[in-house]
């Protein structure tokens, strides 16, 4: 599964297009940190997904003041990972 994991090659090629993993909630309760909220394209997590819309809405999480805020930054968060 690593080598695998690494490599962008289509399946067919080696490469991949699913794999599970998990998180503990700690690992996950911050977008700013959490691995699978990324949409950095080659600086983000394996699968390397590239949503600049993505990377907009949590820097403007980490900004953010105010908890009703973040709040609805985290919704939109959501709702893109629904989407892809």
């Given at each position: 599964?690593?080598?695998a994991?690494g ?5 067919d ?7 599970h ?6 690992d996950?309760?911050?977008?700013a940190?959490?691995f ?7 600086r983000?997590y394996?699968g ?6 993505l990377e907009?809405l949590?820097?403007?999480w980490?900004?953010a003041s105010d908890?009703?805020q973040?709040?609805?930054?985290a919704?939109?968060v959501l709702s893109?990972?629904?989407?892809n």
């Amino acid at each position: 599964m690593l080598v695998a994991r690494g490599s962008k090659e289509p399946p067919d090629k080696g490469g991949w297009n699913l794999f599970h993993t998990w998180w503990q909630a700690g690992d996950v309760v911050n977008p700013a940190v959490h691995f699978g909220v990324a949409g950095g394209g080659q600086r983000a997590y394996f699968g390397w997904p590239d949503i600049p819309q993505l990377e907009r809405l949590v820097a403007e999480w980490v900004r953010a003041s105010d908890q009703s805020q973040r709040k609805q930054l985290a919704e939109q968060v959501l709702s893109i990972g629904v989407q892809n």
